[in-house]
């Protein structure tokens, strides 16, 4: 999972947090998630998630910025865990 970004601040667009390969290595799949989202930046909507991966769709943002949204799941196992995804704001 790439977890750097280079986005538009005229663009929305979905990022996703992908988990299929730790999960299949425990045997386990996601019951829930949060996606955080740093001022300066839009959550579009909830996040969507499937039983190994989470989505969220993005906009916003100030040109030559630097942004950190962070993901926190919860599996049917009853462990929880957080993956960041960095984006840097640039014109496209």
Not at 36 to 47: F, N
Request: charged share 15%.
């Amino acid at each position: 999972m790439a977890d750097s970004y280079v986005k538009d601040p005229s663009a929305r667009l979905d990022y996703t947090w992908d988990w299929t390969e730790w999960l299949a290595e425990i045997t386990d799949t996601i019951s829930s998630a949060t996606v955080t989202v740093p001022a300066g930046l839009t959550a579009v909507g909830a996040a969507s998630f499937t039983t190994t991966a989470v989505t969220q769709r993005i906009s916003g943002g100030t040109l030559d910025d630097a942004y950190t949204m962070v993901c926190q799941i919860t599996t049917a196992g009853g462990l929880i865990d957080e993956r960041s995804i960095h984006l840097t704001i640039s014109n496209r």
